[in-house]
T-cell receptor, first 113, second 111 residues
Framework: AQSVSQHNHHVILSEAASLELGCNYS??????LFWYVQYPGQHLQLLLK??????LVKGIKGFEAEFIKSKFSFNLRKPSVQWSDTAEYFC???????????FGTGTQLKVEL | DARVTQTPRHKVTEMGQEVTMRCQPI?????VFWYRQTMMQGLELLAY????????DSGMPKDRFSAEMPDATLATLKIQPSEPRDSAVYFC?????????FGPGTRLTVL
């Protein structure tokens, strides 16, 4: 069965610092990849997705992610974080052209002023 | 601005009581998911439907949980009897392509 690993469980950054959150998946076939964000007390919102094409994907709020097939990775990046980026970030994958979304365990990001 | 709606948003109940959570998917979406979120387990897929037919409910404890879609505009998740370990946030999500959109969740507390 497919799985998703997020190695950083808690990340603390100062405003304006650069962000990179790791995500690795285990599946050898076709994948659709997602990053969702969950602000405190709110539901999950889609940040960005990768289905095919350019492996560098740009999402909302200045986030981007790069799909590296050889590394089975889909890391999330942002050049300069803001206090309002404090949230939990989830990587997720759909495999084999299906609909079942499998989530990673999430990374709690805290941005300090 | 189409959204997935869920009711109730919060539910506190006592152990042994029946709990029913409702979800209205976005109009035109043919896939509906139920997820449970806890601190310990993270986000777990409980069940999902396509065109109202259950495709996978392997993540759901069958003895006490049941999920149905009586029609295209309503999905329900029922727990009977509820237990304290069922305390969690239950999210419904719907999709038409492979991009699920999540509802606000139902925060369930079982005392």
């Amino acid at each position: 069965a497919q799985s998703v690993s997020q190695h950083n469980h808690h990340v603390i950054l100062s405003e304006a610092a650069s962000l990179e959150l790791g995500c690795n998946y285990s599946y050898g076939g076709t994948v659709n990849l997602f990053w969702y964000v969950q602000y405190p007390g709110q539901h999950l919102q889609l940040l960005l997705k990768y289905f095919s094409g350019d492996p560098l994907v740009k999402g909302i709020k200045g986030f981007e992610a790069e799909f590296i097939k050889s590394k089975f990775s889909f890391n999330l990046r942002k050049p300069s974080v803001q206090w309002s980026d404090t949230a939990e970030y989830f990587c997720a994958v759909i495999t084999g052209g299906g609909n079942k979304l499998t989530f990673g365990t999430g990374t709690q990001l805290k941005v300090e002023l | 601005d189409a959204r997935v709606t869920q009711t109730p948003r919060h539910k506190v109940t006592e152990m042994g009581q029946e709990v029913t959570m409702r979800c209205q998917p976005i109009l035109g979406h043919n896939t509906v998911f139920w997820y449970r979120q806890t601190m310990m387990q993270g986000l777990e897929l409980l069940a999902y439907f396509r065109n109202r037919a259950p495709l996978d409910d392997s993540g759901m404890p069958k003895d006490r949980f049941s999920a149905e879609m009586p029609d295209a505009t309503l999905a329900t998740l029922k727990i009977q009897p509820s237990e304290p370990r069922d305390s969690a946030v239950y999210f419904c999500a719907s999709g038409r392509t492979s991009v699920p959109f999540f509802g606000p969740g139902t925060r369930l507390t079982v005392l």
